[in-house]
Structures are given as structure tokens and as C-alpha cells.
């Protein structure tokens, strides 16, 4: 277990538990609890299986948490797409989330779940709000709206489901870390700039997700950063912060074709007052590429 404890004078005495600790956003999570004294509590799958019904329920009897924040999700967009694979996808991103759902009700514990933009079709130019009507493209996001129904099913609007889009952070693999290694010591690279969404920082995203768990927020949230970007926008601005003489070309998702289809429109937008604020994406950018400019300011 990864332990984010709080200094004895927290306000919140019983902890949270954040599942899926060791990915990329579940890392950010543990930090922003620690950083607002809230008394956080890191599994992963090593330690907690969140499709065992029986672990999760002795885990919660034993811990007593306030809240679960689950990160843990299978997110391999283009293998779910491999009927092998289908198995997984369902296990994690929707038998677990039941199973949570079902233990949390049973505890009195608040849920927070994450989704993503991946149950939307991608087909409204203005976006999607978050009583939009669903309809996901891909296997994946076929198994992350199940997820969602399925904690709706449990719990209803009590349960917290945190919608997200275009996640990164400094903890590889995601596009800003990828673009940023294609861009070092290249003349140019080429980027789609026919798919719109929002790049969105896991550091602002688990300040997020750390309000509505510990506010006890519940029903559906859009929690993005701002504003909508092209994937081409989004790689210019990795290639001006770190400096780099590499030209980004815009070119057309066609010439990339990958297994599991892609929405042209990702872009989310925030419609219930209680959804916590979000930042700017860029700020985001620059935090999350602090650790190669300091890497190459020292060569």
C-alpha cells in the first residue's frame, strides 16, 4: 500500500482510498491529498483486486474509509479492440466498478469514479455537456459507459463519475511525454489536426478528484481543462516549451489509422455548478515537462 498519511490535526479523520495508485493519475491523486492534508491510502493491483468482491469488502472493513477514489482502469484503447482482450476491458472497467459500487453502498463509503470522454460519438461540433446522449465508437468506450451504468445502477446519483479527456502528466507513457521525445533532435514531425478535445493534466484532474470525494459530491461531472485544443495544438506547445527546433506539421487522422476508432470531437464541457474548477492546460504542459528542461539545463 502506498500511504499519503495527513498530519494528526487533519480534519478529516478517516481516510481516502484511492485505487489504481501506482498509474499516472492515481500518483497525482495521493499527491494532491497529502498537499490538502487529507489522510490518503494508495492500492494497486498488486495489493487490491477491484473485481474480488470479498478483498474489496475486507479492505473496506479494514480501512474504513471516508471515500474511494478509483483510477484503476483498463485504458489500452487500440489492444481492446482484439476480442482476447474484451475479457479484461470488462473485468476491470465495469465488473470493478460494480463491485465497488456494491461495497461502497454496503460501507456508507462515497464513490468517485473516473470516465472519459470515449462514451461520446464525436460527432457534435460543439462538444458534449454531461447529460448529453452517450455513444461510444470504440470497444473501450463500450466498457468505461457500462462502468459508469453500472455504478449508476448500485448507487445512483450518489456516486461521483468524474468525466476526463486527453490525460498526461510526467509519468510516460501519454502524448505530451511521447511528442516531446519524437520532437528531440528531429526537424519536423507530423500531427493530426482534425481531432478536437481537451488536454487535461492529471495534477488538475486529482485536485479534482480530491473535492468531490471529500465534499461527498456526487452525479456526473465534465472535469477538463481548458481550452479545446487540436492534437497539433497541443504539439506545438510541448515543442515551444522545451525549446526545441523541430516543426510541427499538421496533417489528417487518415494517415494514421489505428484499430480502435477515433472521435473527431472529444471536447467536453461542464453544465453542474458543483463541478470542481479545472486549470489551464498549458500550465499543465509546463508542469509536466519541469523534469526534462531541468534534465537538459544540467547537460
Given amino acids: 500500500m502506498t500511504d499519503a498519511a495527513a498530519a494528526p490535526t487533519s480534519p478529516f479523520a478517516s481516510p481516502v482510498l484511492v485505487t489504481g495508485a501506482h498509474g499516472q493519475l492515481g500518483r497525482h491523486v495521493l499527491e494532491a491529498a497529502a498537499a490538502r492534508g487529507v489522510a490518503a491510502i494508495g492500492v494497486d493491483i498488486d495489493e487490491l483486486d477491484i473485481t474480488d468482491a470479498a478483498a474489496v469488502d475486507a479492505m473496506l472493513e479494514q480501512l474504513r474509509p471516508s471515500a474511494i477514489i478509483n483510477c484503476a482502469a483498463y485504458t489500452a484503447v487500440d489492444k481492446a479492440e482484439e476480442p482476447s482482450e474484451l475479457d479484461l476491458a470488462t473485468r476491470v472497467n465495469v465488473d470493478g466498478p ?3 459500487a456494491e461495497a461502497a453502498k454496503a460501507h456508507g463509503v462515497h464513490l468517485v469514479h473516473v470516465s472519459t470522454d470515449y462514451v ?3 460527432t457534435s461540433a460543439d462538444g458534449y455537456a454531461e447529460h448529453d446522449p452517450t455513444g461510444p465508437i470504440n470497444v ?3 466498457t468505461k459507459l457500462d462502468g459508469e451504468n453500472a455504478i449508476r445502477q448500485v448507487l445512483g446519483e450518489t456516486a461521483a463519475i468524474a468525466r476526463t479527456a486527453w490525460l498526461f502528466s510526467r509519468q510516460a507513457p501519454n502524448f505530451v511525454q511521447a511528442i516531446a521525445g519524437l520532437a528531440e533532435g528531429r526537424e519536423f514531425i507530423e500531427v493530426v489536426d482534425d481531432q478536437r478535445g481537451n488536454p487535461t493534466w492529471a495534477g488538475h484532474l486529482a485536485e479534482a478528484l480530491v ?3 471529500v465534499e461527498r459530491i456526487g452525479g456526473t461531472h465534465h472535469t477538463v481543462d481548458q481550452p479545446e485544443a487540436t492534437w497539433f495544438e497541443l504539439a506545438q506547445a510541448i515543442v515551444e516549451e522545451l525549446g526545441l527546433d523541430c516543426e510541427v506539421r499538421p496533417t489528417t ?5 489505428r484499430p480502435a476508432a477515433r472521435a473527431a470531437v472529444s471536447v467536453l464541457r461542464s453544465t453542474d455548478p ?3 474548477a479545472m486549470g ?3 500550465d499543465g504542459v509546463r508542469a509536466s515537462l519541469a523534469d526534462r ?3 537538459a539545463a544540467q547537460q
Fill in 98 to 100: 460494480r463491485v465497488l
Fill in 120 to 122: 461520446f460519438p464525436g
Fill in 140 to 142: 473501450y468506450g463500450h
Fill in 211 to 213: 473535492t468531490l470525494a
Fill in 253 to 257: 487522422s487518415d494517415k494514421f489509422v
Fill in 274 to 276: 458543483e463541478t470542481p
Fill in 280 to 282: 489551464q492546460w498549458r
Fill in 293 to 295: 528542461k531541468l534534465a
